[in-house]
């Protein structure tokens, strides 16, 4: 039985507490010959390089919404991919609610906070030496992204090498902020990702059939952490109901991570779903190959 599925790396898998075990949110998806990211919370990055994953051969980058603890590595990824590529510059699309586009331009457009280190990088012989002496060529071309597209809840993009995505709403922050979830189909493989959100009825009907569903997890029922965001209940229904294959919870802050919290986290979605279920660290990986 071949293995040529969807490679699934979970990055950052708490939230905006700081924790040395799990910060941030970020997922990579491996597949039909691209890598896709998904959020890009603090340190992507160095946790990308860390589980072997290039920014150099990203594809794309999906923001479910711009809290800091999602996005906050953007301007680290598009500078060190830029920084690193010798040949052909093949800048990764981003996609994402806004302000996704304002967000990339205040960052590396031409009158964005790191245009000054761009342009020093470009243009001074220092930095000409150094990367002729490396293997480039100059001139070096001054875009780090170049395809920026906004999205709404309930629409539909392209991405390369025939990946499929769609979004609904995740009902959040708004009307502060507006929060998508994702559905990526990809070499006959389904992937939706909640981002942060309550339990809701478009995330469900986003995530029906799907083969894995990476559900935010911020709490244990009955523990008062923050009921109203996607705890243990929340995902279990969400995952039944939607007949998902399996789960993994995420966006988990240290008590629900601690020795005892995870295992009963773990349980308590069991009471509502019986599928196979995943409490994520940073470096997990989930193959969806032929096997179901």
Same mark, same amino acid.
């Given at each position: 039985m071949?293995?040529?599925g969807?490679m699934?790396?979970?990055?950052?898998?708490?939230?905006?507490?700081?924790?040395?075990?799990?910060y941030?949110?970020?997922? *990579?998806?491996? *597949?039909?010959?691209?890598?896709v990211?998904?959020?890009?919370?603090?340190?992507?990055?160095?946790?990308m390089?860390?589980?072997?994953?290039?920014p150099?051969?990203?594809?794309?980058?999906?923001?479910?919404?711009?809290?800091?603890?999602?996005?906050?590595?953007?301007?680290?990824?598009?500078?060190?991919?830029?920084?690193?590529?010798l040949?052909?510059?093949?800048?990764p699309?981003?996609?994402g609610?806004?302000?996704?586009?304002?967000?990339?331009d205040?960052?590396?457009?031409?009158q964005?906070a790191?245009?000054?280190?761009?342009?020093a990088r470009?243009?001074?012989?220092?930095?000409?030496?150094?990367?002729?002496?490396?293997?480039?060529?100059?001139?070096?071309?001054?875009?780090l992204?170049?395809d920026?597209?906004?999205?709404?809840?309930?629409?539909?993009?392209?991405l390369?090498?025939?990946w499929?995505?769609?979004?609904?709403?995740?009902?959040?922050?708004?009307?502060f902020?507006?929060?998508?979830?994702?559905?990526?189909?990809?070499?006959?493989?389904?992937?939706?990702?909640?981002?942060?959100?309550?339990?809701?009825?478009?995330?469900?009907? /986003?995530?029906?059939?799907?083969d894995? /569903?990476?559900s935010?997890?911020?709490?244990?029922?009955?523990?008062?952490?923050?009921?109203?965001?996607?705890?243990?209940?929340?995902?279990?229904?969400?995952?039944?109901?939607?007949?998902?294959?399996?789960?993994?919870?995420?966006?988990t802050?240290?008590?629900?991570a601690?020795?005892?919290?995870?295992?009963? *986290?773990?349980?308590?979605?069991?009471?509502?779903?019986?599928?196979?279920?995943?409490?994520?660290?940073?470096?997990?990986?989930?193959?969806?190959?032929d096997?179901?």
């Amino acid at each position: 039985m071949t293995n040529d599925g969807p490679m699934v790396t979970m990055l950052g898998t708490g939230g905006p507490h700081m924790s040395a075990e799990r910060y941030g949110s970020a997922i *990579a998806i491996e *597949a039909a010959g691209a890598l896709v990211l998904m959020d890009c919370g603090p340190a992507t990055t160095y946790k990308m390089l860390r589980h072997g994953l290039s920014p150099v051969n990203l594809s794309a980058l999906l923001i479910t919404h711009h809290h800091y603890d999602h996005t906050v590595d953007v301007a680290n990824l598009l500078l060190a991919q830029w920084e690193a590529c010798l040949g052909e510059f093949r800048p990764p699309s981003i996609i994402g609610p806004p302000p996704t586009a304002r967000f990339v331009d205040q960052l590396v457009g031409p009158q964005g906070a790191f245009r000054p280190d761009i342009d020093a990088r470009r243009h001074s012989p220092q930095s000409q030496f150094f990367y002729e002496y490396r293997g480039g060529r100059l001139p070096r071309r001054p875009e780090l992204v170049t395809d920026v597209r906004e999205i709404q809840p309930r629409q539909e993009a392209e991405l390369p090498s025939g990946w499929s995505v769609t979004t609904a709403r995740a009902q959040h922050v708004q009307p502060f902020l507006e929060s998508i979830a994702y559905r990526v189909e990809v070499a006959g493989r389904t992937i939706v990702y909640t981002g942060d959100t309550e339990y809701c009825e478009d995330v469900i009907g /986003l995530a029906e059939g799907a083969d894995l /569903l990476i559900s935010m997890c911020g709490s244990v029922e009955g523990i008062g952490e923050k009921p109203a965001q996607m705890g243990t209940e929340g995902a279990g229904r969400t995952a039944a109901e939607a007949g998902v294959a399996r789960v993994v919870l995420t966006h988990t802050g240290p008590r629900i991570a601690q020795p005892g919290q995870r295992e009963r *986290a773990v349980t308590e979605v069991a009471r509502y779903f019986d599928g196979e279920i995943y409490f994520a660290h940073e470096g997990l990986r989930v193959s969806l190959g032929d096997e179901r």
